[in-house]
Nanobody, 114 residues
Framework: QVQLVESGGGLVQAGGSLRLSCAASGRMFSFNAMGWYRQAPGKQRELVAVATAGGTKNYADSVKGRFTISRENTKTTVYLQMNSLKPDDTAVYYC????????WGQGTQVTVSS
């Protein structure tokens, strides 16, 4: 059983920054990709950023240049540094391990006020 525990969400003003963390534990393979998705009210869940164990990183166009995903050498913790936040970034952010058919965290709320 894999567990993903997220932290770091909150309320911030537009232009501000937040850092999300996600720690994975349990039976997992370190070569799995880890990433972040988000879901805003009334919208579908969407990919924000993903980091493979090999070091490849991909970002949604809407966050490129503002968000940075990083992964510890142990491959079991992933971070999302979010800078220049906009009200459109408001959503519940979910940590993911192994793609959409993989494991999910419980979600952490990020609210950006204008």
């Amino acid at each position: 059983q894999v567990q993903l525990v997220e932290s770091g969400g909150g309320l911030v003003q537009a232009g501000g920054s937040l850092r999300l963390s996600c720690a994975a534990s349990g039976r997992m393979f370190s070569f799995n990709a880890m990433g972040w998705y988000r879901q805003a009210p009334g919208k579908q869940r969407e990919l924000v950023a993903v980091a493979t164990a090999g070091g490849t990183k991909n970002y949604a166009d809407s966050v490129k240049g503002r968000f940075t995903i990083s992964r510890e050498n142990t491959k079991t913790t992933v971070y999302l540094q979010m800078n220049s936040l906009k009200p459109d970034d408001t959503a519940v952010y979910y940590c993911n391990l192994g793609g959409t058919n993989g494991n999910w965290g419980q979600g952490t709320q990020v609210t950006v006020s204008s």
